[in-house]
């Protein structure tokens, strides 16, 4: 398939919202809608913004009494953490020290679905992403069952909250409950192990910060939310799209890694696991756009419609709702677009996040009689829009 075929989106998941390019304006809400690439990565990139979403509100309740994760964070205190530990994100930290272990992990869980013939993918790709990013975290000397604890604690987050709904208040009991199951089988063992010894990982790193128990205890809970749940989202995505394009899947069985990376990529850009990203602003800005540019005043939330700037024709090129792996692309724009945020906040785990998908799902493809014998049920979490894919089963032999 090439960029001038004309084709209608293939996107699985609809998420409705503005047309992609439309001007950048401010909302019955008072919050401002981006949704053209060139506003959104400008505002992305921009220093006079602070970090938005996320449950940051209750976050910041808790400033000044420690030091919140670098998710929740800003400015130079930001910048220079990301600098201080961009070192274990690095492609070539990810080859010598996690690609045998993805690699391992990939097989046990291909060879658990030899095993049962049977299984849902999102069980096999969320073991996976725990599993690595806990090499990465430094999460290494708890029991058995993380990966359990994590999905319970996470399926209890979100909803309406307020201690008059019993609902809410059933959720924050068993939330805190799985959370502190989290801290004591897997957080606080780590912790322990490397204040003996330290490592080199990112628990290490923060023992020589001085970080306490709870503060690294938020930041793990952040690296579990960015970069377990959200790849076992996009795993499950990307398997969805080969399973149902008989020409994707050839060329992605056929492909060498880079040919496989970017047809990743492009799946990617079409569907971001996340789809709105806010700031609130600190000053004014002036910003560019497709239609000149725009004022955003200071002191206002600003919603960045990702999965809508990267569907931008003026940025991605003709047919932008079609997968066209190899599709040209102007300087500056990634392959895929803002999928992984731009700016300070761009999610540091990116090449470890599509390295360990493509280590996964070429040796899941290479297994005779891979089938979908069920597809996934698609949920939405409003606050940022993203996918969960619930039920994707597959069948071998």
């Not at 952040?222 to 790849?231: E, L, P, R, Y």
């Not at 499950?236 to 008989?246: G, N, P, V, Y």
């Not at 906040?345 to 996964?360: L, S």
Request: hydrophobic residues 40%.
């Amino acid at each position: 398939m090439t960029a001038e075929t004309p084709v209608e989106s293939t996107r699985k998941v609809a998420r409705g919202g503005p047309p992609p390019g439309c001007p950048a304006h401010a909302g019955a809400d008072a919050v401002w809608q981006v949704q053209d690439f060139v506003t959104a990565r400008a505002l992305l990139r921009s220093t006079d913004t602070r970090q938005a979403g996320f449950n940051i509100e209750n976050a910041r309740k808790l400033e000044g009494r420690m030091r919140l994760p670098v998710l929740y964070r800003d400015g130079a205190e930001h910048r220079e953490h990301r600098r201080q530990t961009a070192k274990y994100f690095t492609p070539k930290r990810v080859d010598t020290a996690y690609r045998g272990l993805m690699e391992r992990l990939a097989e046990q869980q291909c060879d658990e679905l030899r095993r049962r013939g049977e299984v849902d993918l999102s069980q096999l790709s969320f073991r996976l992403a725990v599993a690595v990013a806990a090499e990465v975290i430094g999460l290494t000397e708890g029991g058995a069952g993380m990966a359990g604890r994590l999905e319970r604690f996470f399926a209890e987050q979100g909803g309406t909250p307020g201690w008059r709904n019993p609902g809410a208040v059933l959720h924050q009991v068993r939330g805190n409950v799985n959370l502190g199951l989290f801290y004591w089988l897997d957080v606080r063992p780590s912790i322990v192990a490397r204040r003996a010894a330290g490592r080199d990982d990112l628990i290490s790193h923060l023992l020589g910060e001085g970080c306490s128990a709870s503060e690294i205890l938020g930041e793990c809970v952040t690296f579990a939310a960015a970069g377990m749940v959200t790849t076992r989202e996009f795993i499950t995505l990307a398997a969805w799209h080969l399973l149902t394009d008989e020409d994707l899947r050839r060329a992605y069985a056929e492909g060498d890694e880079p040919q496989r990376v970017g047809i990743l990529h492009e799946i990617l850009r079409l569907e971001p696991v996340v789809s709105d990203l806010y700031r609130t602003t600190t000053a004014e800005l002036e910003l560019p756009s497709a239609h000149g540019p725009v004022t955003i005043p200071a002191g206002v939330r600003v919603d960045i419609g990702v999965a809508a700037a990267n569907l931008d024709a003026a940025a991605v090129g003709p047919q932008p709702g079609a997968i066209c792996p190899g599709r040209p692309l102007p300087d500056g724009v990634g392959n895929a677009g803002l999928a992984f945020g731009d700016g300070p906040h761009r999610c540091p785990g990116a090449y470890i996040a599509i390295q360990e998908t493509d280590t996964f799902l070429v040796r899941l493809f290479a297994l005779p009689g891979l089938r979908m014998v069920r597809p996934p049920t698609v949920r939405i979490r409003p606050e940022i829009a993203s996918y969960e894919l619930v039920g994707l089963r597959l069948q071998v032999g």
